[in-house]
């Protein structure tokens, strides 16, 4: 068991890493990355590279977020409605 937490946190590194560098200049995205805001109440933005998107259990997240908000965003951005520890197993696990 503890062997798969490595790559899981190694994966959760790399987003906590892009998400702190960003919150000091909140307009910029890296070239190849795009910004997400996840959570189920209180809503964290995280950018993600954009290969995400060709994953199966990324495009699951992103249908959910597409029942729940349809087009329309609350945040302005694109919103995934799961708990962070949820997200962050799912992307860990895309960084494989």
């Not at 987003?15 to 070239?31: E, F, G, H, M």
């Not at 189920?40 to 259990?57: G, M």
């Not at 997240?61 to 949820?86: Q, S, V, Y």
């Given at each position: ?22 919150t ?26 954009i ?19 349809g087009?329309?965003h609350?945040?302005?951005g ?11 197993y ?7």
């Amino acid at each position: 068991m503890g062997v798969r937490l490595l790559p899981m946190i190694s994966g959760a590194k790399k987003i906590y890493k892009l998400q702190s560098a960003l919150t000091r200049n909140n307009s910029d995205v890296p070239k190849g990355h795009f910004a997400v805001y996840v959570g189920e109440r209180e809503k964290k933005r995280y950018v993600v590279p954009i290969t995400y998107l060709n994953h199966p259990s990324f495009q699951n997240l992103l249908r959910k977020a597409e029942e729940e908000f349809g087009f329309h965003h609350p945040m302005g951005g694109l919103t995934i409605p799961c708990k962070e520890d949820d997200f962050f197993y799912v992307t860990s696990r895309l960084s494989l």
